[in-house]
C-alpha cells in the first residue's frame, strides 16, 4: 500500500476546485509507482475531472478538500482503491483489434488442438487488463464456437483488472446496445440475450458462456496470481501504451513466467516490444511466441 507523501500540499493561491501543482506531482508519482501509469502535467484537467467524481460519495465540495483530507493524509490508504478506479481508462470493445481474434481462430487455436492442448486438458486464455470483460467474453464466444465444432475440447478463460468496478461490471456481464455492433449476428443469437423490456437497451452474455470466465484483481505489476496456473494464451493489450519501459518490461516478464513455452502472447497493435529483452519470438502482428 501506498504511502502518503510528507511533500504534498495545498495552495492558496489555486482555485479550491483544482489540485495544487504540488499535490498533483505528487499524486502522478505514487500512481506510476504503484500501477505503472504515466500522468503527465499534460492530463492535470482530466485527472481533476476524473477526481471529482469522488467528492459527492465523500461528502465533498472540491479539490482542495480532497487533497487535504484524502490525499495528504493516512485516508490514502483507504481512498487507494477507488482513486485507482477513478484513474484507470477502461475504453474497450468487444472484438477490438478484430484480427487478432481471426489469428486465433484460424492459426493458434488449430496448431494446439494439433498438439492435443484442449483435448488432452483445458485450453488456458487470460486477458490481462481485461477491463469491464468485452476482451475475455469475445474470446469465450471465439473458443465455443470451436466447441461446437470440436467434440472433447475443453478451454477456461481467465479475466484480471486491477480495477474493482470494472470488475465488478465484468462479472456481472451486462452491456449498453452501444457495444452490440462489432458482435456478428450469428453470435449474438446464440451468447446474448437480450432485455425484454423495451426501455432497457442493455443485453447480457449467456450463462453457459458467463460459466467459462472467472474474473480476479491484479497488478500487472506486482502480480499475486490466484494459484500455480499457466496460460497456453495471453491478451495484455493496450495497457503498456500507459507505463515507460521499464515498467513494460517488468510486467511482461511476469506474464511471460506465466506463459508456457510456445504459448502465444498478444500486445495492442500500438503496443511494441522492441528494445524489450524477454523469451519471446515474433509470431504475427502484435503477438510473440513464448521460447
Ligand atoms: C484501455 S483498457 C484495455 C482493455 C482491453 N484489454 C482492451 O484492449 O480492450 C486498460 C485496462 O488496464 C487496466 N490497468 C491499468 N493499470 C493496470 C495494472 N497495473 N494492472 C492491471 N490492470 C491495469 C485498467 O484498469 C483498464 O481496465
Known sequence: MPRPRETLSSSASLSDDTLPPKV?????????????????????????????????????????EYASQYLETDLLYVEFPDLINALTTNKTDFFREKSHFDLLSEKVIPSFLHEGMGRLRPL??????????????????????????TPGFQYTIRGFDIDSEALFKARRAIYDLNYLDPIPETLRSRYLLRARAANNHTFRIAPELRRKVQFFPLNVLTPEWPDEETADIIFCRNVLIYFNRPKQQRALEGLCAR?????????????????????????????????
Not at 481533476?48 to 465523500?58: A, Q, T
Open 124 to 149: 488456458r486464455i487470460w486477458s490481462v487488463a481485461c477491463s469491464i470483460g468485452a476482451e475475455p467474453y469475445t474470446l469465450a464466444m471465439v473458443l465455443a464456437e470451436h466447441a461446437r465444432l
Open 24 to 64: 498533483f506531482r505528487s499524486l502522478a508519482e505514487l500512481i506510476e509507482e504503484e500501477i505503472g501509469i504515466r500522468l503527465p502535467e499534460s492530463k492535470k484537467t482530466l485527472v481533476e475531472s476524473r477526481l471529482r467524481r469522488r467528492l459527492r460519495p465523500l461528502g465533498l465540495q472540491n479539490l482542495k
Open 259 to 291: 506463459l508456457r513455452s510456445g504459448g502465444v502472447l498478444f500486445v495492442g497493435h500500438s503496443e511494441s516490444l522492441q528494445g524489450l529483452t524477454l523469451p519471446v519470438r515474433p509470431f504475427a502482428s502484435a503477438a510473440y511466441q513464448r521460447l
